[in-house]
């Protein structure tokens, strides 16, 4: 029973840190810190005299009954949440009092990014790009938490965090070059659609293969601790992702290995066709964080502020701490997977309905910002109207610009051109001028 | 996986060898041989190992960069990590076991002289240790990352050919790992089995983005190492593990670096070009000798050093000359990298060729245990190889 009682324990203080994670105090340190201090780095000075166990794997009581642990998903770590459906502010002691510009940003940001899906999301339904994925019903999860972190803090992510981007400043004919691949498209029109980078911004590239950017994140977190800069990574990933085994080797080397990072997952309760119930059986992605030794919370991922929160305090104790946390944000993706799928044929339209007219991130907001009086129906028709002309007039230019020069091809390939890469680029234009007539060279800058 | 590393490596860091368990090089094989009496019964003869099949021998000493040392071939690797840390405030080592010194010995004493945040252990996951080597170099640190042995490189196999090959390219050259380098020990050790001989470089060399260097003594490990960490690419770099100890030259203590991309020609022959890399080049060597000896035909001899990008000029020059060649890996030959040297000089020296090109490798079956004798590209097929050649 000591197991039983020490686990349960374990996960009470767990819960009680989940719960007071937001509360933004500090003279909370040293209770964390005491959690973390006894629970991961529990490994006991050998001592034979003890009438204890002396295994150096794991700090811990003999008990005398067999008891298996139990997994408590039934029953599974709370939703933190800041705002209620109707943007009212639940709890005064976890309000951010924001102010009303950040809060004006928050919005625009969000609805500026869902006026772009929509915009590429049709273009691709015409063929104008070949491929696209919308963030719908993500938007709060990616603007609470890039308001909450350092510009200078570095990003990995997966695909679904373009609002990151957007938070961030990344230019909208930015966005639309790299879907275009036309050659403005600082990625040089080498990557499908959606796969965003920015040096300038600090948003590594983003590549398809999914989960890999997690021990990256961890590495570089690991080099960002040294350099002692006062920076943070951040490291976003879906829940089917958090199933790789990268993911697990991220998690546990970010854990063993101290480092000022942040994973953060977007539960939305599908990977592809795939529901959470056949991706996991425990109690989601966040019950998984104690088990490498990881402070972990779940957030509302609707809700921008319990978003914001979570990422602000978890930012600031990982920098302080030099220690990993695991923010899970539960949210539903109300789009379908990517351009490529109908996600009719494994969800039901009223599922989807719920979620888009009943509680989405950015009506949540505007809620909270109307019983302000910080907006009102003429604002959102007047920025409806201003965005919507934004993004179609950054499209008409990407759709316009010339496709990068096809020596571009071979380039970046290694720092330097090699001498057998340059025999093939060589051959390559032979070719093409012999064969002109039969290659797009018009639509490619000369 | 490399639970099967820590049962197999046990006795190789031992300084004296006691008895024929678990030591990998030559002189252990020495020191074994010289305890059995000559009068061992028919039980210690099934015991007793092959002999070494080839024999180490030194380059001369290099004294263009000051000052020389007696080293083996993991201490001329600790000396090029030695002169990185120095160097490279921002390099850190890291992989299984590094920190006390690594089980093949190639640490030791880093972590004291630099420090636990530069020298460390991380939990046994390949992918996460490849993957952690990209971040860190990401974000602008050297990192220099430690497989056990190249035969658990495969975890991280996505990592290195889907990641950390590709960064520079699909970011448009925003984003580059070029400070990973990936250190593993590689090749066959005499009962290594399947899993401590393996000698993966094919499946890489179809990789573009990435380098894949393996040298032969310790003079070219030091400066062909060093080449590796300062290049602006991310480097998959072999270090033969039956040379880590048979090896011994004297290398240069101070930093220096010896091209990637280069193959070296050992010696000039006239008759036939013989290509090889990493322990090979000390079957080739013998094999030339013998060649002569025998045969009377001359040999020349090249060292390929990296796989990729490979040195296409040096050997075709080379075949163009002598109209013949012979190439030689441990590596199975369906797939092998001698596959992409054979095709291409076939393309760039048709008219030059007097006999097909030979390839003498390892068989197309996994690397067996008792049968090791009979499975590596020895000086004795290599040799039967190139009189066939000759009288073609």
């Known amino acids: 029973m000591a197991v039983v009682r020490s686990m349960n324990k374990m996960y009470g203080v767990c819960f009680h840190v989940v719960r007071q994670t937001a509360g933004l105090k500090a003279s909370r340190l040293l209770q964390h810190r005491a959690f973390r201090v006894s629970v991961v780095q529990g490994q006991q000075p050998f001592d034979s005299t003890l009438e204890k166990p002396q295994f150096p794997g794991a700090s811990a009581e003999f008990v005398d009954t067999l008891d298996f642990i139990q997994p408590n998903v039934i029953s ?3 939703v933190y949440r800041v705002m209620d459906r109707q943007g009212n502010i639940i709890n005064p002691t976890q309000d951010p009092q924001l102010s009303k510009e950040t809060v004006l940003n928050f919005y625009q940001k969000m609805t500026l990014l869902n006026t772009m899906d929509r915009i590429l999301y049709e273009s691709q339904r015409q063929g104008r790009i070949s491929f696209y994925m919308t963030n719908y019903g993500e938007e709060g999860t990616h603007i609470g938490s890039a308001a909450a972190l350092d510009p200078r803090d570095l990003v990995f992510g997966q695909y679904r965090e373009a609002g990151v981007l957007m938070y961030r400043g990344f230019p909208l004919d930015l966005f639309m070059a790299q879907c275009y691949a036309n050659a403005d498209d600082l990625g040089k029109g080498r990557q499908m659609p959606v796969h965003y980078g920015s040096k300038d911004l600090n948003f590594v590239t983003i590549s398809s293969p999914l989960a890999t950017q997690i021990p990256q994140a961890a590495g570089a977190a690991y080099a960002v601790k040294r350099e002692n800069m006062n920076r943070a990574v951040i490291c976003y990933f879906g829940e089917g992702a958090a199933s790789e085994g990268d993911a697990h080797a991220g998690f546990n080397f970010s854990a063993t290995l101290e480092c000022p990072l942040i994973f953060f997952c977007r539960n939305n309760g599908y990977a592809i066709s795939t529901p959470t119930n056949e991706q996991y059986r425990g109690d989601g992605i966040a019950a998984r964080g104690p088990g490498y030794g990881m402070l972990s919370i779940r957030v509302d991922g609707n809700d921008v502020f319990a978003v914001y929160n979570a990422t602000k305090e978890a930012r600031r104790r990982a920098v302080a701490e030099n220690q990993p946390f695991l923010i899970e944000a539960m949210t539903y993706r109300i789009g379908h997977h990517s351009t490529s799928d109908d996600s009719s044929a494994y969800r039901s339209v009223d599922e989807v309905n719920y979620w888009d007219k009943q509680d989405h991130p950015i009506s949540r907001l505007r809620h909270y910002m109307t019983a302000r009086g910080w907006w009102s129906e003429d604002d959102e028709r007047s920025w409806r109207k201003q965005s919507r002309k934004t993004v179609m007039e950054a499209f008409e230019r990407a759709e316009k610009r010339l496709k990068p020069n096809p020596e571009l091809m071979f380039t970046d390939v290694y720092q330097e051109m090699t001498p057998g890469l340059n025999k093939q680029r060589e051959s390559m234009w032979r070719h093409v001028k012999q064969y002109k007539e039969h290659y797009p060279l018009d639509l490619y800058v000369k | 996986m490399a639970a099967a590393a820590r049962f197999f490596i046990r006795g190789a860091p031992l300084k004296v060898p006691v008895s024929g368990v678990g030591c990998g090089a030559q002189s252990c094989f020495e020191a074994t041989l010289l305890k059995l009496s000559p009068s061992s019964n028919s039980r210690t003869k099934t015991q007793r190992r092959h002999a070494s099949h080839f024999t180490f021998q030194p380059d001369p000493e290099p004294t263009q960069y000051g000052p020389t040392q007696k080293m083996n071939l993991f201490q001329s690797v600790t000396s090029a990590l030695d002169n990185t840390l120095a160097s490279d405030p921002t390099a850190v080592i890291f992989g299984e076991d590094v920190a006390f010194g690594g089980v093949f010995r190639c640490t030791v004493g880093l972590r004291d002289k630099y420090g636990k945040d530069r020298v460390f252990n991380t939990p046994l996951c390949e992918q996460g240790i490849v ?17 056990q042995f190249a035969d658990y490189i495969y975890p991280a196999f996505d990592q290195i050919v889907n990641e950390a090959a590709k960064y520079r390219y699909r970011s448009g050259n925003l984003f580059d790992c070029g400070n990973l380098t990936i250190r593993a020990p590689w090749g066959c050790v005499g009962h290594g089995s399947l899993y401590h001989s393996q000698s993966p470089e094919a499946f890489f060399a179809h990789c573009p983005g990435i380098k894949v260097v393996i040298p032969r003594s310790p003079v070219q490990a030091k400066g062909l190492l060093l080449a590796c960490i300062a290049d602006q690419n991310p480097c998959i770099f072999f270090e033969p593990k039956i040379l880590y100890r048979a090896a011994v030259e004297q290398v240069p203590v101070e930093p220096y670096t010896i091209p990637l991309s280069q193959a070296e020609i050992l010696q000039e022959g006239s008759d036939v070009t013989l290509v090889a890399w990493g322990t090979q080049i000390h079957v080739m060597r013998e094999v030339a000798k013998m060649a002569q000896e025998k045969l009377g035909v001359s040999c020349e001899l090249i060292d390929l050093q990296t796989i990729l990008p490979w040195d296409t000029e040096t050997v075709c020059k080379s075949v163009a000359k002598t109209g013949r060649l012979l190439i030689s890996h441990e590596a199975p030959i369906t797939g ?37 004798p009979f499975y590596i590209p020895d000086k004795w097929k290599c040799f039967e190889a190139i009189k066939k050649m000759i009288n073609y």
């Open chain 2, 336 to 372: 092998g990298f001698a596959a992409e040297i054979s095709s291409t000089v076939q393309e760039e020296c048709f008219l030059n060729l007097e006999a097909p090109i030979s390839r003498v490798c390892g068989y197309d079956t996994p690397f067996p245990h008792i049968f090791e």
């Open chain 2, 131 to 147: 993957g952690f080597g990209i971040g860190a170099a990401v974000a602008g640190a050297t990192a220099i990352a430690e497989i």
């Open chain 1, 76 to 78: 599974g770590i709370p």
